[in-house]
């Protein structure tokens, strides 16, 4: 039995074990955490080459991620109701998502309130804007990660339960910068290259985008191998191109996926090579991103280069 079905195996079995035996909602959201870990690894094993796990494998593992988050939930892990709610929301499960994540936010959990927030905000939930802002706002005072404060700045940016205000989300958006927030680092990018709420500034905007891809922004890992790839704002550097479109794709970045399998197809910044262009034409399905129109516009057939 490969290396990999045998890991899924174990951690479908440990999660078992523990939902029979443990009473700590803590050691249940680690094992949980490991799982779901493993099974982002299995979502990958297409772009390096490796036989997929067996589907059912999956599925069972899948469940039994689930049904431990939602027992260390009910146990009293806030921890854990976020990372329900976040399955949830995958499965556009939304409603049910936001009921999991508002007792929680009530109690000033800041990734509850971001996500609460989020749900409410993308769901066009109007009438639950103002309780959104409260949340966010009660999170503030213990928000380690930025996660709340940058919602707040997202809320004002786009005008969600209060007027537009670009200068405010720049300021919430640094607030949450400096606690280490990737995702806000990037929205510093857009408004210092837009001339948002302060003066435009290209140099910024870079230096923006270089910390957001470090810190694990996947559009900004996907725009800094555009920048090498181009020479726009920064050296032309095919090499980092690379690094940086292979990084965010392997991350889960579609775009940068499909634009690996031009570069391998076309021979931009790297030697052609048609096997490794198919095989991140499929990593980018398997994302979840078409590719094909992307294909169509640099001249290749899709029907050529079909995984």
């Not at 799982?35 to 297409?46: G, I, V």
């Not at 404060?149 to 209060?162: D, E, S, V």
């Not at 996926?257 to 980018?284: H, I, K, N, Q």
């Amino acid at each position: 039995m490969p290396g990999r079905t045998l890991d899924a195996t174990a951690k479908r079995d440990e999660l078992r074990a523990l939902l029979t035996t443990a009473t700590d909602p803590a050691a249940l959201l680690d094992a949980a955490r490991k799982a779901a870990l493993a099974l982002e690894f299995r979502a990958t094993d297409a772009m390096i080459g490796l036989d997929p796990v067996a589907d059912d494998l999956l599925a069972e593992l899948r469940q039994t991620i689930d049904t431990a988050l939602a027992a260390a939930a009910e146990q009293g892990s806030h921890d854990a109701a976020c990372e329900l709610a976040v399955l949830r929301m995958r499965a556009r499960e939304h409603l049910a998502a936001l009921a999991l994540l508002e007792p929680v936010a009530r109690a000033h959990h800041p990734r509850a309130a971001a996500l609460a927030a989020q749900i409410v905000w993308r769901q066009g939930l109007a009438h639950r804007q103002a309780d959104a802002i409260a949340w966010l706002e009660a999170a503030r005072a213990t928000d380690p990660e930025g996660h709340a404060t940058y919602m707040l700045g997202l809320y004002a940016f786009n005008g969600t339960g209060r007027a537009v205000d670009f200068t405010t989300a720049g300021r919430l958006h640094e607030e949450a910068a400096a606690r280490g927030n990737a995702d806000a680092m990037f929205e510093l990018y857009i408004l210092s290259d837009q001339g948002l709420g302060r003066p435009a500034d290209p140099g910024a905007a870079v230096a923006w985008c270089q910390r957001a891809a470090e810190a694990g922004n996947l559009r900004a890992m996907g725009n800094l191998g555009g920048f090498y790839a181009t020479g726009r704002g920064l050296p032309r550097d095919p090499v980092q191109a690379l690094a940086w479109y292979e990084r965010a794709a392997k991350a889960g970045h579609g775009k940068s996926a499909a634009t690996l399998g031009v570069m391998y197809a076309t021979g931009d910044c790297v030697d052609t090579d048609p096997e490794r262009a198919r095989s991140w034409f499929a990593a980018a399905d398997a994302i979840g991103h078409d590719w094909r129109d992307l294909a169509d516009a640099v001249g290749l057939d899709p029907d050529d280069w079909e995984p």
